[in-house]
């Protein structure tokens, strides 16, 4: 969460997922890093935010103990996406080979760096690399098989 919104316990919100406003329609409960579970009583589009009322979150001293916390929802909320979608957290595992077949690791985590979303891609102890998530370098991702094959050498 990013701020505290107002007085009356609203909280903003910065989520990572496009369309923004589609948490508004799906998940009406969340979970944060720390196990608490909350169920939104309102939420709506604030220019690039969410703004949203947690329950039992009355006040702008309860909304600011929340910030920082990182908010996750239940994968059955998520919507359906197209046939060419595929969710972050499904190419989180996967196993990243180029071309040639040489085996790069597994996806350890997606970042967003602006531009383009990165792999970090490695062995969950090793060295880690990060792979631009765009066709000039992805050839094909098959997320329920757990597979990424990228024109990627493993000296880069």
């Known amino acids: ?9 609203w909280v903003k919100v910065a989520p990572f997922n496009d369309p923004r406003e589609s948490v508004l329609r ?8 720390d196990g608490r579970q909350l169920a939104i009583e309102g939420a709506r589009t604030h220019g690039a935010s969410i703004v949203c009322k947690p329950a039992g979150v009355d006040d702008r001293d309860a909304a600011l ?16 996406g197209r046939s060419d979608e595929v969710y972050w957290i499904d ?8 071309r040639e077949g040489v085996h790069l690791g597994e996806v350890l985590r997606v970042e967003d760096h602006g531009a383009h979303p990165i ?26 098989g ?6 990627w050498q493993p000296d880069y």
């Open 119 to 144: 792999l970090v891609v490695g062995e969950a102890a090793g060295q880690e690399r990060m792979i631009p998530f765009v066709d000039a370098w992805i050839d094909s991702v098959d997320a329920p």
């Open 26 to 33: 799906n998940c009406r409960s969340w979970w944060l890093d």
């Open 65 to 80: 103990a929340l910030c920082g916390a990182q908010i996750s929802v239940a994968r059955a909320d998520f919507p359906r």
């Open 91 to 98: 190419l989180v595992g996967c196993a990243v080979s180029n």
């Open 146 to 151: 757990g597979r990424i094959v990228a024109n």
């Open 1 to 9: 969460m990013a701020d505290a919104w107002g007085v009356g316990g």
